[in-house]
């Protein structure tokens, strides 16, 4: 009996996910993806605001491998707090095949942020998302931010789309590149060239340090699995189109919070052609963009 048990309504991750017909290029990355514990090896941390299913390392690389994907992306997930234990032994056991994203204090030293970039860590989470966290006060981010310039680290920013308009001042003073989780979670029953979703491209119009995640229609469609979460695309096809350097892809496995339904990872995979629609584009999006952010050493 493990040590945790999830919330009542937590949906396991995809059991037996498609092979994607879509055939992702050589060398491909997702980009944004969790490992969950498992708990009894990694406890979930105290302050976590839900308890999730197991996901280790070695079932998402089984997914990677599935999807016909060649690296990922591991972002600290909200329920490991700032123990970047899991993550870390994760990208110890990549084989070099995974970079991280980690989640610090401003108490941490620089012998700590050292021991995180030899694992394979190149940037740190800051989470808005009431839901999630209690966020960090902005000074603790900023003195943060300042910390990790001297790795060439980058700050990835996870929020609202309701909350922009507040916190875009503090977004644009970061010093660093920054990259935003799930192209700040659209509200799509709103439209595309609408004053919301505008403020957004504009935020990465006016700011070439910003980068955005073209993930997670899964979170954001209206019409769900069974209207190949379409309402979603035209919000990031606008993004690839307009900023093709500047993009990302990942899964989101395990998919923390699904609460409608659970994607299945082989189909979120062939939704790439839609919102990247020439193989230039999907080549940024999946091979150079990401190995420029994450392995450009
Ligand atoms: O929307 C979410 O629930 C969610 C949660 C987490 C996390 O708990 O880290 O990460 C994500 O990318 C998305």
């Not at 979930?44 to 996901?55: G, I, S, V």
Request: proline content about 8%.
């Amino acid at each position: 009996m493990s040590q945790f048990t999830p919330d009542a309504d937590w949906l396991h991750w995809h059991q037996s996910p498609s092979v994607p017909g879509y055939k992702a290029p050589a060398g491909a990355v997702d980009a944004h993806c969790h490992v969950f514990g498992p708990g009894d090896q990694f406890p979930f941390a105290p302050e976590r605001k839900y308890t999730p299913c197991d996901a280790s390392r070695d079932q998402l690389w089984a997914l990677r491998d599935h999807l016909g994907f060649s690296r990922n992306v591991i972002v600290q997930a909200t329920c490991h707090g700032a123990d970047n234990r899991a993550l870390v032994d994760a990208l110890n056991h990549s084989n070099g095949l995974a970079r991280g994203v980690a989640t610090v204090k401003a108490s941490i030293t620089d012998e700590e942020l050292d021991a995180l970039h030899a694992a394979g860590v190149r940037g740190v989470r800051f989470n808005f998302v009431k839901r999630l966290v209690d966020a960090l006060p902005f000074d603790d981010l900023t003195l943060i931010a300042e910390r990790i310039k001297r790795l060439g680290w980058h700050i990835v920013i996870y929020f609202e789309a309701a909350e922009l308009p507040d916190l875009y001042d503090f977004f644009t003073s970061l010093p660093t590149t920054v990259v935003v989780d799930h192209m700040g979670r659209p509200d799509v029953t709103k439209p595309v060239d609408g004053e919301e979703f505008g403020l957004f491209l504009k935020l990465l119009e006016e700011n070439p340090n910003f980068w955005s995640k073209v993930s997670c229609p899964e979170r954001l469609s209206i019409s769900g699995p069974d209207g190949g979460y379409l309402d979603v695309v035209p919000f990031a096809r606008t993004v690839v189109e307009r900023f093709p350097e500047r993009v990302l892809w990942g899964t989101d496995w395990p998919h923390p919070n699904m609460k409608s339904h659970m994607p299945d990872d082989g189909k979120l995979v062939d939704m790439i052609p839609l919102i990247a629609p020439t193989e230039a584009l999907q080549h940024k999006l999946l091979v150079e963009n990401p190995m420029r952010l994450y392995w450009a050493e």
